[in-house]
């Protein structure tokens, strides 16, 4: 008996009084914050114990009335579209100016999302879908009627013609008339300007295991794809190019159902691409 009384006074004068909230108020939910109640019961001193009905006998008297509860200030701007172009997010925050206090209310949100679609002016240059080709296509073909080995309209059979004495003014020299021009992309001695785009691969289809070039597009992996063709405000242009961080389509020309999306990390004017790489077609 004069154990628990010497362990009562010292509770006292600790400041342990059973069942007080006394310099115990915490706000929200806490397991942590508890007294010793009756009987070997805990009570607590959060302000979850309003909800649940364990509150110490003098939650009131020793929380409520010192509780501050969480002030916060205006919300701020929307951000910009995460996305220029197609779907995404835009998020705005606020700033707590009154923090929580003896068991105050907490704070609400400080931080809110929404949908957005990104309406850069350049979307339409994000809308085309690449074709693309490994570079040792333009240096191997540089004639698009021998890709597929056909035979070029001017190389078609003709009847054999009789033979006529040329005149000698007639034997001059002169442009060629059968000439066709690439449509392909030229080789890196082309006089044509030339750009490089590096993008990363986000999606890439199984079909592309189908040969060895495309073997080579894998997700996550960077690529340099080579543009040559005409100028556009002075910087050349190819289709499906698209825009800077968006996502865009892309397919390989030679290989059915190659197909996949990647995202331009950068574009650089002047400049050829290291093998292996890619070119637009």
């Avoid at 800077?244 to 290989?255: D, H």
């Amino acid at each position: 008996m004069r154990g628990l009384l010497l362990c009562g006074g010292w509770l006292l004068a600790a400041g342990y009084v059973l069942g007080s909230c006394r310099h115990r108020c915490c706000p929200g939910r806490n397991n942590a914050c508890w007294a010793p109640g009756t009987h070997r019961a805990r009570c607590y001193c959060d302000s979850y114990c309003e909800r649940t009905g364990d509150c110490c006998q003098d939650y009131q008297a020793s929380c409520r009335h010192a509780a501050v509860g969480c002030v916060v200030g205006p919300w701020g701007p929307w951000s910009s579209c995460s996305s220029p172009c197609g779907v995404g997010s835009k998020g705005r925050s606020r700033q707590v100016t009154v923090p929580p206090r003896h068991g105050g209310e907490p704070c609400p949100d400080l931080k809110q999302r929404r949908g957005c679609l990104g309406d850069d002016p350049a979307c339409g240059a994000a809308k085309g879908v690449a074709k693309v080709l490994p570079d040792s296509f333009s240096r191997d073909f540089r004639d698009p009627w021998r890709r597929a080995g056909l035979q070029r309209p001017e190389e078609a059979p003709r009847r054999p013609q009789p033979a006529h004495r040329a005149h000698p003014a007639a034997s001059a020299p002169g442009p060629p008339t059968n000439v066709i021009s690439p449509v392909c992309p030229l080789p890196a001695s082309s006089p044509l300007p030339s750009s490089c785009g590096f993008f990363r691969l986000t999606q890439v289809a199984a079909a592309c295991r189908g040969q060895p070039w495309s073997r080579r597009l894998q997700r996550d992996r960077r690529v340099c794809v080579q543009c040559w063709g005409d100028t556009h405000h002075g910087h050349p242009r190819c289709d499906g190019q698209g825009l800077q961080g968006a996502r865009t389509f892309w397919v390989a020309a030679s290989v059915a159902g190659c197909q996949g999306s990647w995202v331009r990390e950068a574009l650089q004017d002047g400049c050829t691409c290291p093998s292996p790489a890619l070119v637009f077609v």
